[in-house]
């Protein structure tokens, strides 16, 4: 099996990377059939965004690795053979900004928007084309995939989703009015836009997968279906199994 290793900066990574690399070899990625990434999960989302063809086989070596797997140097190859893919489709963003500029990015994880000033965002959420809240009052709203829904979206108290459901969260970021409101769930093949209400006075900016835009008047998010990342977990230790951990700890 022709494997292409890389890893974060932390040293912990970098020798593991060494040590595989020399033990089982290392090609270029025109070459590889396989890429195993070392650290943490920002580093798989960073390999997910730049290699959309090759599976993807993540060893933690770093904090948290909710996308990674355990690190072990034995019987790579046969682990790597007795994986479970999971593909994930990741989402399209395009952000118009007060300088007439249009910018788009993907995100696996979440598109989120986040207040930029000391008052709390005004946003105006429409679905298909059809306003749904004319104003929502909220230090940011974000909109996640099921595998980025044990992120950001869990820690603002949204919805953890099965894989395989076909479905977004939207979730607001410390609502203030409408108080109660902590979001909806969306079909996969909606199309969902934030508009900005008093983006001078109530500046926000949007972030996709850490790459963010500032001083946005609108954002437009879809998932984007032609577009699918690899990923290859352990048996029994698949996205969907810790997913479903998750909500029970």
């Not at 008047?217 to 048996?235: G, M």
Request: hydrophobic share 40%.
């Amino acid at each position: 099996m022709k494997m292409h290793f890389i890893s974060s900066s932390t040293e912990a990574a970098v020798t593991a990377a060494e040590t595989l690399s020399a033990r089982y070899g290392h090609v270029p990625i025109p070459e590889a059939e396989v890429i195993v990434a070392l650290g943490g999960d920002g580093l798989m989302l960073s390999v997910m965004h730049q290699n959309r063809n090759l599976p993807v086989y993540g060893m933690n070596r770093g904090t948290i690795g909710f996308l990674m797997n355990g690190y072990s140097e034995s019987d790579l190859p046969e682990r790597i053979a007795a994986a479970e893919e999971t593909v994930v489709n990741p989402l399209a963003m395009t952000a118009g900004t007060t300088d007439g500029h249009e910018h788009c990015a993907l995100a696996i994880n979440e598109v989120s928007l986040l207040r930029a000033g000391p008052q709390a965002a005004r946003l105006q959420i429409s679905v298909n084309g059809r306003v749904r809240m004319r104003e929502l009052v909220c230090d940011g709203a974000l909109l996640c995939t099921p595998a980025g829904s044990t992120a950001y979206n869990y820690s603002a108290n949204g919805p953890i989703l099965p894989l395989g459901t076909d479905v977004l969260a939207l979730t607001a970021i410390a609502a203030f009015r409408p108080r109660r409101w902590r979001g909806a769930i969306l079909p996969s093949t909606a199309t969902l836009r934030f508009d900005v209400l008093e983006p001078d006075k109530r500046p926000v900016m949007a972030d996709a997968d850490s790459r963010g835009v500032n001083s946005v008047l609108w954002v437009e998010i879809r998932s984007e279906t032609s577009i699918s990342h690899r990923l290859l977990f352990d048996p029994g230790h698949g996205l969907e199994e810790r997913l479903m951990r998750e909500q029970f700890v």
